[in-house]
């Protein structure tokens, strides 16, 4: 089946320690993006990549890093410097500009 | 960036009973996007809307790009319980990868 996955479904880290988020899609789609969901709030981008090796700050990109060294792959990693990291956090892709999002099951990310 | 303005925030209706909700901006957008995402999930997207104008339905939903291309509504007729969730409006600019979105409509259906 074609689709979008993320992994794993919950994560629990302490303060302080880094961590990453897997978003894996085989819908042979060129674009990905990273939002956060934050409670009664919309989706806010944190950073998007429309080609391999290439990706972009989007509204919240502080305390965030990515990397697009695959077409299929677009993982996310939280590091410490992020001062509220505990949210939903959605990965979704797209083909071509004009074209809907489909999104991943997302990661709720809780740091204790 | 500019978030969408999406109304009601929550809505609590009884089975059976049609719903309305809409998105506004000050912008302008190519695309209107409506999504519904149930608790613990990610969005799934219901209708896409693509032309100033445009009325599209998929089943009991029904969705309208408006004449301005600053808004857009979502009904949805005869609710039942899986309805239940949160809608999410979407706005695209042209030729870009800027999706902006609205804060949900909360949706409650009692049986």
């Not at chain 1, 897997?22 to 789609?29: A, G, M, P, V």
């Not at chain 2, 969408?4 to 909700?21: K, R, Y």
Request: charged share 15%; aromatic share 12%; proline share 4%.
């Amino acid at each position: 089946d074609g689709g979008i996955t993320q992994s794993p479904k919950y994560l629990f880290r302490k303060e302080g320690q880094n961590v990453t988020l897997s978003c894996e899609q085989n819908l042979n789609h060129d674009a990905m993006y990273w939002y956060r969901q934050d409670p009664g709030q919309g989706l806010r981008l944190i950073y998007y990549s429309q080609i391999v090796n290439d990706f972009q700050k989007g509204d919240i990109a502080e305390g965030y890093s990515v990397s697009r060294e695959k077409k299929e792959s677009f993982p996310l990693t939280v590091t410490s410097a992020q001062k509220n990291p505990t949210a939903f956090y959605l990965c979704a892709s797209q083909q071509g500009l004009n074209n809907e999002q489909f999104f991943g099951p997302g990661t709720r990310l809780t740091v204790l | 960036g500019q978030q969408l303005n999406q109304s009601p925030q929550s809505m609590f209706i009884q089975e059976g009973e049609d719903v309305s909700m809409n998105c506004t901006s000050s912008s302008i957008f190519n695309t209107w996007l409506w999504y519904k995402q149930d608790p613990g999930g990610g969005p799934v997207l219901l209708i896409a809307l693509y032309k100033a104008g445009e009325l599209t339905s998929n089943g009991r939903l029904t969705a309208q790009f408006g004449i301005t291309r600053k808004d857009s509504f979502l009904n949805i007729s005869a609710s039942i319980p899986s309805d239940v969730g949160i809608y999410f409006c979407a706005g695209l600019y042209y030729n870009n990868n800027d999706m902006r979105f609205g804060a949900g409509t909360r949706l409650t259906v009692k049986p």
